[in-house]
T-cell receptor, first 113, second 109 residues
């Protein structure tokens, strides 16, 4: 099992550009989520999904869109990047909603100029 | 809103000693609390979970305590090794998880 994979590892964007951060898991997990990690702020939940076709907002959803068309994939879209979205983004998955363990991907480092 | 505080300063200890990391929280009554390890440039890795009705949990050299009255969890690494050097995060919640900022631990040989 590859676990949770994320692409790209690093990306530089200009303000206003759009992009999609990819996340995939091969563990047949129902629950997937996106976090951002900023210095001094800890990990903050952006969006999450409890299964294919079901998504919901987390703590900091503004500026981000998600969809979940398959169990395996949970992409995060930035429609119009802003410098405030410079961060490290982590995708995580769990066997189910309210599971006791989360498995994190390696992260995507995003720089918005 | 919820607030989670971990040791704000980095923690340096001598190899073989016990490291104790603190996680304090306010404005929340979590069903359980998790501890993760994060190495530079990598995603967090789950270590231990403790439920609100449990006082203590152990796994090999790791021990976690949970005091819901004090709203505090302590994370202990006994017989510490240089390989234990990392940042340790606490997270609490059930439907959504809220993370602390982490404590950087360095074990000096």
């Amino acid at each position: 099992n590859a676990g949770v994979t994320q692409t790209p590892k690093f990306q530089v964007l200009k303000t206003g550009q759009s992009m999609t951060l990819q996340c995939a898991q091969d563990m047949n997990h129902e629950y997937m989520s996106w976090y951002r990690q900023d210095p001094g702020m800890g990990l903050r939940l952006i969006h999450y999904s409890v299964g294919a076709g079901i998504t919901d907002q987390g703590e900091v959803p503004n500026g981000y869109n998600v969809s979940r068309s398959t169990t395996e994939d949970f992409p995060l879209r930035l429609l119009s990047a802003a410098p405030s979205q410079t961060s490290v983004y982590f995708c995580a998955s769990s066997p189910r909603f309210r599971a006791e363990t989360q498995y994190f991907g390696p992260g995507t480092r995003l720089l918005v100029l | 809103s919820q607030k989670i505080e971990q040791n704000s300063e980095a923690l340096n200890i001598q190899e073989g000693k016990t490291a104790t990391l603190t996680c304090n929280y306010t404005n929340y009554s979590p069903a359980y609390l998790q501890w993760y390890r994060q190495d530079p440039g990598r995603g967090p890795v789950f270590l231990l979970l403790i439920r609100e009705n449990e006082k203590e949990k152990r796994k090999e050299r790791l021990k976690v305590t949970f005091d819901t009255t004090l709203k505090q969890s302590l994370f202990h690494i006994t017989a510490s090794q240089p390989a234990d050097s990392a940042t340790y995060l606490c997270a609490l919640g059930e439907d959504q998880f809220y993370f602390g900022t982490g404590t950087s631990l360095t074990v000096i040989p």
